[in-house]
């Protein structure tokens, strides 16, 4: 039984929201895009964007969650061969408020995860990649959730909350996919074409290859590609429950969560709400990650 979301009492909630917006201090560093050419439009947003490969997402609310109304189906299949049923782990809708933070505008290569390997900070394994996933500027794949936070760490940031995440996505109001509510193509995202059965690419892209797919906040590939751990462990009825500040998951469980779906993911499980979750340790799996880090 997934338990019915409660808004805080109007007046808890504007003082938690006036002294979070209080602290909250945003620079945009230098606003260029540092991994090569590439045109997009970034619509109703200021994208800020730094030098540093990182993108500002400004203090605020925005909505969570899938919302039936306007998406088809919420939740994930129970089985992978009959996808009328759903299961709701990423329902109710609801509001959540959260601090600026920055994020990744890609997924971390391989080789910027090789540099943490040199300096013996972080763990490699080759059978993590295979055959042509291989590349300077391809997503980094780890079947640790535990590497990728290693790797945060080391670079100074961490990995980004749930929350964080598919706000980054979204944006502050509702959108189906990063781009928008406009159907998923290969020109937005490396992802399986509906019906399934084919592969827009099929195989991992470099890293900012699907500018048009780009973020309100500019973050790109956040649909399709790789599947991305977030720090959140998963709990079907976390979103019944969760703060309405800052929500950091569970404190803790059995799975770590994923987001945005992969090369081989249909359009439902490149949607931006939708969730999936894995044993932290999980093999065989395509999975990447970003980081984040907190705004002064």
């Known amino acids: 039984m997934i338990r019915q979301w409660t808004k805080p009492a109007n007046a808890a909630r504007a ?9 909250a201090s945003v620079v945009c560093v230098s606003c260029s895009w ?9 619509g109703d947003y200021v994208v800020q964007c730094g030098g ?11 909505q969570m969650g899938c919302n039936e109304d306007l998406d088809q189906e919420c939740g994930m299949p129970e089985t992978e061969a009959y996808y009328s049923e759903y299961v709701g782990e990423d329902k109710p809708y609801h509001e959540v408020w959260l601090s600026a933070f920055y994020i990744d505008r890609t997924e971390v290569t391989q ?44 670079a100074g940031k961490r990995l980004p909350t749930e929350a964080e995440w598919e706000k980054a996505a979204r944006g502050a109001t509702v959108r189906a996919y990063p781009w928008g509510d406009g159907t998923p193509n290969c020109g937005l995202a490396n992802s399986a074409i509906e019906p399934l059965g084919t592969l827009c690419v099929g195989d991992t892209s470099a890293v900012g290859s699907y500018p048009a797919g780009a973020s309100p906040y500019g973050a790109l590939d956040m649909a399709g590609n790789v599947w991305e751990w977030v720090n959140d462990w998963y709990s079907e009825t976390y979103y019944g429950g969760s703060p309405y500040v800052n929500p950091q998951g569970p404190a803790s469980g059995t799975y770590r969560v994923l987001r945005g779906g992969s090369l081989e993911s249909g359009w439902r499980n490149i949607n931006t709400a939708n969730r999936a979750y894995l044993e932290p340790d999980f093999y065989d799996y395509i999975i990447g990650f970003r980081c984040a880090s907190s705004a002064p």
């Not at 003082?15 to 602290?23: F, G, H, M, P, R």
């Not at 540092?34 to 970034?42: F, L, N, S």
């Not at 540093?52 to 925005?62: K, R, S």
């Open 52 to 62: 540093d490969g990182m993108c500002l997402v400004p203090a605020g609310p925005f």
């Open 34 to 42: 540092p991994y090569g050419a590439g045109d997009w439009t970034p």
């Open 15 to 23: 003082k938690a929201i006036a002294t979070l917006a209080a602290t």
């Open 111 to 154: 080789a910027q995860y090789a540099k943490c390997v040199s300096a013996r900070k972080c763990s490699y394994n080759d059978r993590w990649i295979d055959g042509h996933k291989r590349g300077a500027d391809k997503p980094m794949i780890v079947d640790f959730q535990g590497y990728a936070a290693e790797y945060c760490a080391w």
